[in-house]
């Protein structure tokens, strides 16, 4: 190993500087390590905790809030400082909710259900006429025009009698006795009608009573077939539907089942009549039965002379 020569100048540049070098080299591990007497009471404040900072709003009235100096950043140069660990009690501060949840579904609210709520039925009044009977009870269809005596009770000359709510000409008999004239019109098809008696303003009424029309009996025959025993004087076959299936021959004016007056024979209608009830039938020709009916019978053969023995 060579000795550095004193006396050189070279050699003692080299060794100023290295000893220099080294000098710095001390200086800074110490200064990185204990640093040039920093003292950290001496330099630094002591951290204030979150418990000793009082604030006015937790100061009562009347209370005077000293507020300690908030502690300063720390000293770069302070390693010790710097290796402190990291105080994690931090409080996080309150975020309000959203506004929207993007994963929530609008349902819309219910229509409530109005509950059905059934009135309690209130009594009828009792009516202040008293309508107790009709007569006649019920009358056939098609028949002419009656009179309809109503009895009861409280009635007024200016009462009348009404029949499914149209008005009837009326005759006041006493307070008891009403007579009224019910058209044919009004009985020209069998059901059941109502009948009461009212003022025309409806002050005073009565109860309602039922009133049966009936359809009328028909004859039960039908008409096949015509024919002249003299000019002008026709004679009509009829067929009766009944179990018999007999076939009769009438004239005009006879009576067939005690009932039905013959009134008119055409090539093409019968026309009878209730006796009872004068009202009118019409009965149009037709084949009618064909086993039954002698017109519609094949003629027997009649044997040739050739053929006698």
Do not use: C
Not at 25 to 36: E, K, P
């Amino acid at each position: 190993m060579q000795v550095a020569d004193l006396n050189n100048p070279n050699d003692r540049k080299k060794l100023i500087l290295a000893a220099v070098l080294g000098l710095i080299a001390i200086l800074f591990l110490w200064w990185t390590f204990f640093g040039f007497g920093s003292s950290k009471s001496a330099t630094t404040p002591p951290r204030p905790t979150p418990q000793s900072v009082n604030t006015t709003t937790n100061a009562l009235a009347g209370q005077v809030t000293t507020v300690q100096p908030r502690d300063p950043a720390p000293n770069g140069n302070d390693l010790a400082e710097l290796m402190k660990p990291i105080d994690g009690s931090v409080s996080i501060p309150s975020v309000p909710e959203p506004q929207r949840n993007i994963f929530a579904f609008y349902e819309p609210t219910p229509t409530p259900v109005k509950a059905v709520v059934t009135p309690t039925p209130t009594p009828t009044p009792t009516p202040p006429v008293l309508l107790a009977a009709v007569s006649p009870t019920n009358v056939y269809a098609k028949t002419a025009e009656f009179t309809l005596e109503a009895s009861g009770d409280k009635f007024a000359p200016d009462m009348k009698v009404f029949m499914d709510g149209r008005e009837m000409t009326t005759k006041y008999r006493s307070p008891q006795q009403l007579s009224a004239a019910i058209p044919a019109t009004m009985i020209a098809n069998p059901g059941n009608r109502q009948v009461l008696v009212r003022t025309p303003d409806g002050r005073l009424y009565s109860n309602t009573l039922p009133f049966n029309i009936q359809a009328p009996p028909i004859p039960n025959y039908t008409f096949i077939g015509m024919f002249e025993t003299v000019p002008r004087v026709g004679v009509a076959m009829v067929q009766d539907k009944g179990g018999t299936r007999d076939i009769l021959s009438v004239q005009r004016g006879d009576l067939l089942g005690g009932r039905f007056r013959v009134t008119s024979i055409s090539e093409k209608e019968l026309v009878l009549t209730d006796a009872n009830l004068k009202i009118k039938h019409t009965l149009p020709m037709t084949e009618g039965d064909k086993s039954s009916n002698p017109m519609s019978r094949p003629t027997p053969a009649v044997a040739s002379e050739d053929d006698e023995p």
